[in-house]
C-alpha cells in the first residue's frame, strides 16, 4: 500500500479532476447558466440575460394624514408683530412628518401630509370624506366647533379619528363631544385654570373682568368665570368694552387709546388684577399700562396661558424651536404646536405597533397603554372619558415665559394635569362612555 501525503493527495486530486474534465464534451463543460447539462449533440446557447430581482423582506408601510384647514374671515390682530402667517399650523404639520419619517425609516414606515383647505364648510366637509374612503384614517382639523362636529358625524361609523388641534371650545369636550373626535389643543377651560392657578397662588383673588363684545370672547370669559367659582376667586365686576376696529390704526389713534382706556377703567370695585377676555387679539394689548389703577393684566394681553411659546427653552425645546425655525424661516406659534402634537400621536402610535391599519393605530391611540414625548417634562396621555390631551400649560408674557400650570400645590388624586379643564366627576361628556 502506498501512502501519500496531504500535499501529494491534493496534487493527484486535481490531475484527476483535469483529466476528467478533458475527456467531456464541451457543450457539457460550459453549459449555460441554468445549471442542466446540454446534450453531447446540442448548439451551445446564448447566455440568458434574465435579471434575477430581489423581493423585498419587508413592504414600506405608508402612513397618509389629511390636514384639514378652515379659511377664516377674521379681522387682522391689533399688533402687526401677531399677523398670523399663511402656513400656521401647516409648518408645524411639516416639521412633524419629518420627524414621523425620521424614526420610519428604520420601521419601513412611511408618512405622507395632504392638506386640505376651504372657506366653504361643506365642501370641505365632502372633501375629507372622499379622502377617507379611499382610505386615509388619520384626520388633523383646525376648524371651527361648529364645523368640527359636523364633520364628526359625516365621518361617524367609518375607520378613521380626527385629532382636533384648531378649536379651544369646552362644548366639544362636553355635550357636543365625538367618540371619533380627540384633542391636542388645549381646552378654554384648562388655558382659564392655568391662569387661576397663578393667581391663586400669588394670592391675587380679586379680579376685574373685561370682555370683548364677540361669541368667541364671551365664551372665553364664560371659562374665566368658571375657573373663578372653582378656585374661590371673586370677579369683583365684569364690563364689556366695545371697540371699532376699523380706525384704530389711524394718525393719533393712539392719543384717543390713551384717554379711553383709563376713562373704561375708572371707578372699578377694588381689585388685584384686570383680567381681559379677547380671543381675537383685537383690543386687550391696549390694556396694560393704561388702566386706571396701577394694576397687572392678565388673560388675553400681559399675562397669558399658552400650550406653547416661541421662547420657550425648558425641556429640550430650544433645538426643538431650532428645527421649526430652520424649516419654515419663521418661529412656532401655538397652533403650529398643537398641529405637531396630532401629526406626532399618529406617528408615535405606528412605531409602536409597526402598523398602518387605522383601526389598530386608533386602538392604541385610545389605550393606557400610549404616551407622547412633547417637550413639557412628561408624557402626555388622553383622557378616557373626553378624549382631551393632558399637558401642562404655558404662562407668557410677549417674549418669555414666566411659569408652567398646573402650580405645585394644586394636586389630585391621580394627575396633577387633571386640575386643568374638565375632571371625570365634571364631565358631560357621554360619548365616551362605555
Request: hydrophobic share 40%; charged share 25%; proline share 6%.
Amino acid at each position: 500500500m502506498i501512502r501519500v501525503g496531504k500535499s501529494e493527495g491534493g496534487l493527484i486530486a486535481a490531475i484527476v479532476l483535469s483529466l476528467v474534465i478533458c475527456t467531456l464534451p464541451v457543450t457539457a463543460a460550459f453549459a449555460g447558466d441554468s445549471g442542466v447539462q446540454a446534450p453531447p449533440d446540442a448548439t451551445p446557447k446564448a447566455k440568458s440575460k434574465t435579471k434575477v430581482v430581489k423581493k423585498p423582506t419587508h413592504d414600506v408601510q405608508e402612513i397618509p394624514i389629511l390636514l384639514v384647514r378652515q379659511k377664516r374671515d377674521l379681522l387682522p390682530p391689533l399688533s402687526l408683530l401677531h399677523q398670523r402667517p399663511a402656513d400656521d399650523g401647516l409648518g408645524g404639520a411639516k416639521l412633524a412628518i419629518s420627524d414621523n419619517n425620521t424614526t420610519g425609516h428604520f420601521l419601513k414606515q412611511k408618512f405622507t401630509l395632504e392638506e386640505l383647505k376651504n372657506n366653504k364648510p361643506d365642501a370641505l366637509i365632502a372633501d375629507t370624506v372622499a379622502r377617507v374612503d379611499a382610505g386615509v384614517g388619520m384626520v388633523v382639523a383646525d376648524l371651527d366647533a361648529d364645523v368640527l362636529v359636523k364633520l364628526a358625524d359625516a365621518l361617524k361609523g367609518k375607520k378613521a379619528i380626527i385629532l382636533n388641534a384648531g378649536s379651544h371650545d369646552d362644548d366639544l369636550r362636553n355635550g357636543d363631544c365625538r367618540a371619533n373626535i380627540l384633542h391636542t389643543a388645549p381646552s378654554r377651560a384648562m388655558l382659564a385654570d392655568a391662569l387661576g392657578q397663578y393667581l391663586t397662588w400669588k394670592r391675587w383673588s380679586k379680579w376685574f373682568l373685561v370682555t370683548g363684545s364677540t361669541k368667541r370672547d364671551t365664551l372665553w370669559a364664560n371659562a374665566i368665570k368658571r375657573t373663578a367659582k372653582r378656585f374661590r376667586q371673586k370677579i369683583v365686576e365684569e364690563r364689556i368694552f366695545e371697540y371699532n376696529p376699523g380706525s384704530r390704526r389711524s394718525d393719533g389713534g393712539y392719543e384717543q387709546i390713551q384717554k379711553q382706556i383709563p376713562k373704561f377703567t375708572q371707578k372699578a370695585p377694588r381689585h388685584d388684577v384686570v383680567v381681559v377676555a379677547d380671543e381675537g387679539q383685537l383690543f386687550g394689548d391696549y390694556f396694560p399700562y393704561r388702566t386706571w389703577d396701577a394694576r397687572p393684566v392678565v388673560g388675553s394681553a400681559g399675562l397669558s396661558p399658552a400650550s406653547w411659546h416661541a421662547a420657550v427653552e425648558l425641556w429640550g425645546g430650544t433645538q426643538f424651536q431650532n428645527r421649526f425655525k430652520r424649516m419654515n424661516k419663521r418661529n412656532m406659534r401655538e397652533l403650529d404646536y398643537d398641529v405637531w402634537m396630532a401629526v406626532r400621536t399618529v406617528g408615535e402610535a405606528a412605531s409602536r405597533t409597526r402598523s398602518n391599519a387605522p383601526e389598530k393605530l386608533i386602538s392604541y391611540i385610545r389605550s393606557k397603554d400610549f404616551e407622547l414625548a412633547a417637550f413639557k417634562g412628561q408624557k402626555l396621555t388622553f383622557r378616557d372619558w373626553n378624549g382631551q390631551l393632558r399637558q401642562p400649560v404655558i404662562l407668557v408674557t410677549p417674549n418669555l415665559h414666566v411659569t408652567v400650570s398646573p402650580q405645585p400645590e394644586f394636586l389630585h388624586q391621580f394627575s396633577e394635569l387633571d386640575t386643568l379643564g374638565f375632571d371625570k366627576p365634571e364631565s358631560t361628556c357621554k360619548a365616551y362612555q362605555p
